[in-house]
């Protein structure tokens, strides 16, 4: 190699280990990680544990909590950031699969405006009935309650999180698989709808299991079946809903991106700590109490995943006939 291709092959070499991501470290630069929800849920709280657990590889990482819209406010200022490695932030199941089929005008492409780094985490959603009412209704399993809507029709109803949440998609596909009827009463939000069902003014919910837990161990929320395709160990006894109905699965899902353009040497380096982050078995204690499953994938995984659940959600969407303006 003769001097001038030397100094070129070395310059390219600086070029990738000096990227924005590498110098901000050595400034002392923190990196951002955008939460498109309010703090305290279980996002929020999965977010913050993997912050601490990076510090030693990444140095220090602040959360930033941009909630509304159904996370669109906050996915827009990740897509809107500049592509340096100093902003990443979260994507979820209603910011890159839902939202772009709900919502009749977008602010960011979820498609072309990021660049994954890696899944975090796998959440089951579960069916829930009131304890009591459960009790009074005699409804002690899935097929009691499919049982109980046929012979007593336009009876039941479900609340939700809002038109086009999770668990309004999820009670719209259970309702057309079982072939009956519930109404659906939106609330503002997965925590005013769970205290609806808490206190009887809905008959059921689909909720996410990290947010139902407390109230299903404490015996004040009855677990007809979970949502994903193979039973939880968090819910021994619990059945999968595609026990009844074959292929039935709809989990809720979150992970990490950066604005799109960041340089793939950056991409690696947050997905090297990330990865170890979450495969660390402190990691998968705290996700266990949230009863989250830690999920570990390359960029390429991540970014192939989202796109099949963008796919699968437009039906999902559809069927459900949600719409925000």
Request: charged content about 15%.
């Amino acid at each position: 190699m003769n001097r001038r291709n030397l100094l070129i092959a070395s310059a390219a070499v600086t070029a990738a280990f000096s990227t924005p991501l590498a110098l901000s470290q050595d400034a002392g630069q923190p990196i951002r990680l955008i939460v498109p929800y309010a703090p305290g849920g279980p996002i929020d709280v999965t977010a913050r544990a993997l912050a601490e657990r990076v510090r030693d590889s990444l140095g220090t990482v602040i959360i930033d909590n941009k909630g509304g819209a159904g996370g669109n406010i906050g996915a827009d200022a990740i897509a809107k950031a500049s592509p340096d490695g100093l902003t990443i932030g979260i994507a979820a199941t209603a910011t890159h699969a839902v939202n772009p089929w709900l919502y009749t005008r977008m602010p960011f492409d979820a498609g072309k405006d990021f660049t994954a780094i890696t899944q975090m985490v796998r959440v089951p959603n579960v069916l829930v009935m009131n304890a009591a009412k459960a009790e009074q209704l005699k409804i002690h399993t899935l097929a009691d309650l499919i049982a109980y809507a046929k012979a007593n029709p336009a009876k039941l109803n479900y609340g939700s999180g809002g038109n086009g949440s999770a668990g309004h998609l999820a009670g719209e596909m259970f309702k057309q698989r079982a072939n009956i009827f519930a109404l659906h009463i939106p609330y503002r939000g997965a925590n005013p709808a769970q205290l609806a069902l808490l206190a009887g003014e809905v008959d059921f919910n689909i909720d996410n299991l990290a947010a139902a837990a407390p109230n299903i161990r404490s015996g004040k929320l009855k677990a007809l079946a979970v949502t994903s395709l193979e039973a939880s160990s968090a819910l021994p006894g619990v059945p999968p809903m595609a026990n009844t109905f074959k292929g039935f699965s709809i989990d809720t899902w979150w992970g990490l991106v950066a604005p799109k353009g960041t340089p793939k040497p950056v991409i690696d380096k947050l997905n090297k700590a990330f990865v170890a982050a979450l495969q660390a078995p402190e990691t998968k204690t705290r996700f266990g109490a949230l009863l989250a499953e830690p999920v570990a994938t390359t960029p390429q995984q991540f970014e192939s995943f989202m796109a099949n659940e963008r796919a699968r959600y437009q039906e999902v969407v559809k069927l459900s006939g949600a719409k925000v303006d």
